[in-house]
């Protein structure tokens, strides 16, 4: 099973370069994100590092093992490091100090951009087969997708901050978006994301407190069970909470999310919020 991924921060970059080594069994890895423009990327995160001879490396395109793979849009692997041809070897030092051998550089690419290299390395040489590889394709997507949906967060938050002569956003417009970053805080998997996701819908909805004429008409259970769930509980502790069956508590989510039109219960909320029907 892919264990889930964050790159967001600095604990996010690690938690995944530890995924990657244990996934490829190797004793190091490391990484960064690429700059704008792509044209190098520093190393930012290591994980089973000796030394600290690669933190802060820049490594530019085109220039060894990392700077091939940007410049290719894919993997890349050699061998022996210091022997390998088809790389410069202006980094040397800083591999030889960590006695990496065999090194796979892996591109995280969204619309065919390079945004993040990650690295994995053995300190003896170890022959990888193209299955070995394409071990990486499931965690490389997750991380491209994770990074394609943050993406489009800011892209929508962008939207709340017009300029200071454009005209400000409706509750309509706000309602607007809050519902739309619901859809997708619903497809996300990444737990740290979803949670900002989530946050940031909660942030929108509150704008518009007011009870709206055409709210559909709750249950006081279903208003008990959506307060509770808006509050970050799960269907056990909501019903802990209110006395309930689990079973019940999600029978009443589920009529609730049906009336107000919502397909998860993050929309649920939202959608609630948005009609004055909870805070």
Same mark, same amino acid.
């Given at each position: 099973?892919?264990?889930?991924? #964050?790159?967001?921060?600095? @604990?996010?970059?690690?938690?995944?370069?530890?995924? *990657?080594? $244990?996934?490829?069994?190797?004793?190091?890895? *490391?990484?960064? $994100?690429?700059?704008?423009?792509? !044209?190098?990327?520093?190393?930012?995160?290591?994980?089973?590092?000796?030394?600290?001879?690669?933190?802060?490396?820049?490594?530019?395109?085109?220039?060894?093992?990392?700077?091939?793979?940007?410049?290719?849009?894919?993997?890349?692997?050699?061998?022996?490091?210091?022997?390998?041809?088809?790389?410069?070897?202006?980094?040397?030092?800083?591999?030889?100090?960590?006695?990496?051998?065999?090194?796979?550089?892996?591109?995280?690419?969204?619309?065919?951009?390079?945004?993040?290299? /990650?690295?994995?390395?053995?300190?003896?040489?170890?022959?990888?087969?193209?299955?070995?590889?394409?071990? *990486? !394709?499931?965690?490389?997507?997750?991380?491209?997708?994770?990074?394609?949906?943050?993406? #489009?967060?800011?892209?929508?938050?962008?939207?709340?901050?017009?300029?200071?002569?454009?005209? !400000?956003?409706?509750? %309509?417009?706000?309602? %607007? /978006?809050?519902?739309?970053?619901?859809?997708?805080?619903?497809?996300? #998997?990444?737990?740290?994301?979803?949670?900002?996701?989530?946050?940031?819908?909660?942030?929108?909805?509150?704008?518009?407190?007011?009870?709206?004429?055409?709210?559909?008409?709750?249950?006081?259970?279903?208003?008990?069970?959506? @307060?509770?769930?808006?509050?970050?509980?799960?269907?056990?502790? !909501?019903?802990?909470?209110?006395?309930?069956?689990?079973?019940?508590?999600? *029978?009443?989510?589920?009529?609730?999310?049906?009336?107000?039109?919502?397909?998860?219960?993050?929309?649920?909320?939202?959608?609630?919020?948005?009609?004055?029907?909870?805070?």
């Amino acid at each position: 099973m892919v264990r889930q991924l #964050e790159v967001d921060a600095s @604990t996010g970059l690690a938690r995944t370069l530890a995924v *990657f080594r $244990t996934h490829g069994r190797m004793d190091m890895a *490391f990484g960064g $994100t690429v700059h704008p423009g792509g !044209a190098s990327f520093a190393i930012t995160g290591l994980c089973g590092a000796r030394t600290s001879a690669l933190s802060g490396l820049l490594v530019r395109s085109g220039h060894g093992l990392g700077g091939k793979s940007l410049v290719l849009g894919r993997p890349a692997s050699v061998l022996s490091y210091a022997q390998a041809r088809g790389i410069t070897h202006v980094y040397d030092h800083a591999v030889r100090q960590e006695s990496l051998e065999t090194v796979v550089s892996l591109p995280v690419v969204v619309d065919g951009v390079p945004r993040l290299v /990650i690295y994995v390395g053995n300190r003896t040489q170890v022959g990888l087969g193209d299955r070995w590889l394409d071990g *990486f !394709a499931p965690l490389l997507s997750r991380l491209a997708r994770d990074l394609a949906v943050d993406d #489009e967060v800011r892209r929508r938050m962008a939207l709340l901050q017009p300029p200071a002569e454009a005209p !400000a956003l409706s509750r %309509d417009d706000l309602r %607007d /978006i809050a519902r739309e970053l619901a859809d997708l805080t619903g497809r996300v #998997e990444d737990d740290a994301l979803r949670a900002r996701l989530e946050a940031v819908s909660s942030r929108l909805a509150a704008t518009n407190p007011a009870r709206r004429a055409d709210a559909p008409r709750l249950s006081p259970r279903e208003l008990d069970v959506l @307060t509770q769930v808006a509050a970050g509980c799960s269907n056990l502790q !909501a019903a802990e909470n209110l006395g309930l069956l689990p079973n019940t508590v999600k *029978f009443y989510l589920k009529t609730a999310m049906r009336k107000l039109q919502a397909g998860n219960r993050v929309q649920a909320i939202t959608a609630a919020r948005a009609a004055g029907l909870i805070r």
